[in-house]
């Protein structure tokens, strides 16, 4: 069942960027948001998120924080120092539940942060949200 709160929203040009190295997840991630009408484009680790976002600005990035190589702290860092990339919405979603880490993610630019296991309806809430702010940011 489609929240009412969604229904009311077209994310139809929307772009959705899910990053995650475990596959499973990205497959649960994109099952939970299936109800959605947006792009929805994943990415296995960091550094092959940084080249989609290269490629394509995405208008949210939902983000796993433990990746080997290039983390999720690193990509968040590199995005909000980029004057292109700076303003993309970032909703992180990790198994990293201390307040230390919480902390650290919204102080380096996360917008939401979401901890593992996802509950659909708090991750549901925070992609409505974080795109309907962005639609309302391109109206102006």
Do not use: W
Request: aromatic share 4%; charged share 20%.
């Amino acid at each position: 069942m489609i929240p009412v709160y969604a229904q009311e929203h077209d994310f139809s040009s929307c772009r959705v960027l899910a990053v995650d190295d475990i596959p499973l997840n990205l497959v649960l991630v994109k099952k939970m948001l299936s109800r959605f009408n947006f792009q929805m484009e994943t990415a296995s680790g960091g550094q092959e998120a940084l080249d989609s976002i290269a490629r394509s600005k995405p208008d949210l990035i939902l983000l796993d924080l433990m990746m080997p190589g290039i983390d999720g702290f690193e990509v968040i860092r590199r995005l909000r120092a980029n004057p292109d990339t700076a303003d993309i919405r970032i909703v992180i979603l990790t198994a990293l539940t201390s307040g230390e880490d919480v902390s650290k993610g919204f102080n380096m630019g996360a917008n939401d942060y979401i901890m593992k296991p996802i509950i659909m309806e708090r991750l549901l809430t925070s992609v409505v949200t974080q795109l309907s702010m962005v639609q309302s940011a391109k109206a102006q």
